[in-house]
């Protein structure tokens, strides 16, 4: 049987084949000094390019958006059964979790997180699954908090979690390093959370789990709520009205089409603009916009000071034209897009001898390629079969 070949290509070939260039040496990614560039290549269906002259050096994909966050999703397992992202109906007691010794280590996820950053990364954020459930995960951590950019600044280590478990643990991932985290809450009430956790867990642990983290230096704490017409939409203003004044960010995420098994619908999407004006009926907002250009939430200020809130719109809103992120799922596998369908394997390699070199050459030959913008081709009536599940990638 024949020994599968790792294929060898610098960084600045990777690049240059995927953008159908001529091969550019030396490249900007290779430390060496930036030569002339070529504008990115035409956008289709209407996203407008960045100019290379707003990111001199950057590796930008095929639309002109440059690699800014890493998602990596460190298991596939979830305590809850959430029914927007693992139902029960599919991922039952006799659903097949992967094996530990196909998860990546936390030695492999370090060092191909080391490469991201080398290539623009600075910002890294843990998921699942459920993140908390990987033993040890204080460890990781500490290992992503000591990496640097090339500038030598810290990378900001986040993470998100249904904070089940999250009252145990918050004084050791700070201790270890993390600065952020955000929490999935769904409702306030305890029936309506229990019902859409399918897992019996009461909203009480979860709330300990905030408070928590808060006090434990992790904040400002964010917390998301996804919110799905007919289930728990009558928990927008009492979710509100709980965290106003907390110093905490509640955020609202519209029902997404993640994966296969949600049986998601349209006519169960509740629109961003209708959560912000059944807020603003009770306790009255103003836009303020978004943190950063590449942040998915879109805010609004309580008008009496109390705080913010923030809404989430991939289905009415898409900001394909502005996502910087990439994830790194449970099996070594990066996607570029929550909702795709195929990933680029660093596992095999990674096991295989493959250099750094190689590795950083495969990472940023995939994203010069990128091209995805499902969310805004789902508004203009494209889908794409065969998802990848979201406990898969993270959120």
Known sequence: MSKRRIPIVPVSAAIAEAAGQPSLT????DGGAAPARRSAPAAPGGIEPLSPATAPGALLDRLGRPLRDLRISVTDRCNFRCTYCMPREQFGPDHEFMPHSELLSFEEISRVAALFV????????LTGGEPLLRRGVEKLVEMLAALRTPEGEP???AMTTNGSVLARKAAALKAAGLARVTVSLDALDDAVF?????????????????DAAAAAGLGPVKI??????????DQIVPMARHFRGSGHTLRFIEFMDVGATNGWRMDHVVPSTEVIRRIDAVFPLEPIGRDD??????????RD?????????SVTRAFCADCTRARLATD?????????????????????????DQLTGMIAGAWWARADRYSQLRGEGGTRDGRVEMSFIGG
Do not use: Q
């Open 293 to 302: 250009p590449a942040a998915p939430a879109e805010n609004w200020r309580y």
């Open 26 to 29: 030396p490249h900007p990614a």
């Open 332 to 356: 070594g596998r990066v996607f570029h897009c929550l909702f795709a369908s195929d990933g680029h394997d660093l596992r095999w390699p990674l096991r295989n001898g493959a250099d750094d």
């Open 155 to 157: 990378v900001e280590i």
């Open 118 to 125: 080398k290539l623009g990364v600075r910002s890294i954020r």
């Open 194 to 210: 229990r019902a859409m956790n399918d897992a019996d867990w009461p909203v009480a642990d979860v709330l300990a789990g905030i």
């Open 305 to 313: 000071g109390a705080g913010e809130v923030g809404v989430i719109s």
């Open 224 to 233: 998301n709520m996804v919110v799905k017409r007919g289930t728990n939409d």
